[in-house]
């Protein structure tokens, strides 16, 4: 588990395991066994396994979206650079619209990429540069930041913020956005933050349906899910 950068787990009981040090993301079943691995030139960012047969990253220097399938195949590549500015962040709503952040031309993208087509664009002239995560749902923007946590709307109106503290991504659970921190999981439910998983020796947290996932030391623990209201 050395230079493990994230841990993400699917709702089949399988683990990824993505590596800063080669750039590789490898896939486990259960009991440990390598079900598949792909190695990137450049570093990606993976948006969410919960779909395994639908797996989406993003890649910032490479300016381009890969779609990899259950068996870490890549079953479609889209080069951004030729149709848009500088794109910061990508979040593929499904498997066809995606959001971009173009930080260049300081505007937010509904991108159809399945007819390589833009749907909408919005002016959205904020600050980018501490960016560590995004996604839209419900014609709100949610922002992750070095330590804070913001919600906008399309009009670039600031709408809620908090500070929050190691934070690594974020996640949609129904009509949840879940912030992931490196001990700790919150839930933002439109008014508030509450925290619904915390273990002080974990240097990485995930969760599935089942439960929290926690890497602790150079083992993997998974935390039975009861209520999380």
Do not use: H
């Not at 990824?16 to 390598?34: E, V």
């Not at 809620?160 to 949609?172: C, G, M, Q």
């Not at 912030?179 to 933002?188: K, N």
């Amino acid at each position: 588990m050395k230079d493990v950068q994230e841990v993400l787990g699917d709702d089949y009981g399988n683990i990824y395991i993505y590596k800063k040090k080669d750039f590789s993301l490898t896939k486990y079943d259960s009991l440990g066994a390598q079900l598949g691995k792909v190695m990137m030139t450049f570093p990606y960012k993976i948006q969410s396994v919960t779909n395994p047969l639908n797996i989406v990253m993003f890649s910032e220097n490479a300016q381009e979206i890969k779609f990899f399938d259950q068996n870490l195949n890549e079953i479609q590549k889209i080069n951004l650079s030729s149709n848009f500015g500088f794109i910061r962040a990508v979040y593929a709503e499904d498997l066809q619209f995606a959001w971009l952040l173009d930080d260049s031309n300081k505007t937010l993208v509904q991108y159809n990429f399945r007819s390589n087509s833009v749907i909408n664009s919005f002016p959205f002239n904020i600050n980018l540069q501490s960016l560590k995560d995004f996604l839209v749902y419900n014609n709100r923007i949610y922002i992750l930041r070095d330590n804070i946590f913001e919600v906008y709307n399309t009009k670039a109106s600031l709408l809620f913020s908090a500070n929050i503290s190691n934070a690594r991504k974020l996640s949609r659970n129904n009509d949840d956005i879940l912030i992931f921190g490196d001990q700790s999981i919150t839930r933002f439910d439109g008014k508030n933050l509450i925290e619904i998983f915390q273990n002080q020796n974990a240097k990485i947290v995930d969760k599935n349906n089942a439960g929290f996932l926690a890497l602790i030391k150079d083992k993997l623990y998974l935390y039975r899910q009861i209520n999380d209201n």
